[in-house]
């Protein structure tokens, strides 16, 4: 049997452990409960974006805007995709930044195949946030972008305007024909699914994978059939509305993204505790066993003695 000090430094170690999984699940429960008001709040915001511009398509003539005219290609030429993949910059969050690793992967390889059996080429470039997913694919030899390091932590709309002027500067240049937003979409707080969204050149339909509901039916940003006049003119007013949505939408993932991370992390850290404490219940099980084992044999030596005492 285990001795009896080495595992009384087992039960002070494994439980010195479950103090710190406690703390790191109340600072990430703290987190996660600020991240959700955040979602909460952000949803609406692009919701009406979305509709206005749905609506000014429908209401108006043709809208000639690069981000919605998706080029075609034809057998030999390449497409030349973006992907900005959004992971977390500490670990302890589960299978978190793995999960995000594997769709990044899995979208990659997806559309090299798809592309290849057109006789078109791929060229990509990936844009990660968060450290630990950077570092993975990096190791698994994707093309990553070393010089775009960008924290997920606490989001704001600063920081997502920084990134959606990025995209739109290497979008309108010509140096990418696709950009995707990869992160995980958090539908409730056990949940959370990884999704690849197409950004540019804008798809519509593809909101229904961020949004709560479907925007094709615009109604709440006009009133009824009331008819819109849009100053100066739609045009300018629809490429308003683009940036605004491209930043809206960047903001919506990096706050759903946080918040996965977060719910993910106190997930993990809640296991954990429990773990602990069951190793610790059967350690000390183990160490009552010793203990009394230890007293038996004491008193069989005691009573040994004794016994070879009267035999003299």
């Known amino acids: ?80 995709i973006g992907a900005f993949v959004l992971s977390g910059d500490q670990g302890l969050a589960g299978a978190y930044n793995n999960n995000m690793v594997k769709i990044t992967e899995e979208h990659i390889r997806g559309k090299i195949l798809e592309n290849t059996r057109k006789g078109i080429s791929t060229e990509y470039k990936l844009y990660v946030f968060g450290k630990l997913a950077r570092e993975k694919l990096t190791r698994n030899g994707y093309n990553v972008d070393q010089d775009f390091s960008f924290p997920i932590a606490e989001p704001n709309f ?42 540019a050149p804008v798809d519509m339909k593809s909101l229904n994978k961020i949004l709560p509901r479907d925007v094709g039916n615009a109604g709440i940003a006009t009133d009824g059939n009331a008819p819109m006049e849009y100053l100066p003119d739609p045009h300018q007013v629809f490429d308003f509305l683009i940036d605004t949505y491209l930043n809206a939408v960047i903001y919506g993932a990096m706050v759903d993204a946080y918040a996965s991370e977060q719910t993910a992390r106190l997930t993990a850290m809640d296991n954990a505790t429990k773990n602990a404490e069951e190793m610790i219940d059967r350690l000390r099980l183990i160490s009552n066993r010793a203990r009394q084992a230890k007293i038996t044999n004491e008193l069989t030596e005691i009573i040994n003695g004794a016994q070879q005492a009267d035999n003299l």
């Not at 996660?32 to 398509?57: D, G, W």
């Not at 950009?179 to 707080?189: D, H, K, Q």
Request: hydrophobic share 40%.
């Open 1 to 80: 049997m285990e001795n009896l000090n080495a595992i009384k430094k087992r039960i002070k170690s494994v439980n010195d452990i479950g103090q710190m999984t406690n703390a790191m699940q109340l600072v990430s429960s703290a987190k996660m409960r600020r991240s959700l008001i955040l979602h909460e709040s952000v949803h609406p915001f692009f919701s009406l974006c979305a509709e206005s511009m749905q609506e000014i398509r429908n209401n108006s003539e043709k809208i000639n805007n690069p981000f919605f005219e998706l080029n075609e290609k034809k057998k030999g030429e390449t497409w030349r």
């Open 158 to 199: 600063y920081q997502a305007r920084k990134v959606g002027s990025t995209i739109r500067q290497k979008f309108l240049s010509g140096e990418f024909d696709l950009v995707y937003l990869i992160y995980t979409r958090m539908e409730s707080a056990s949940n959370m699914v990884p999704v690849a969204v197409r950004l």
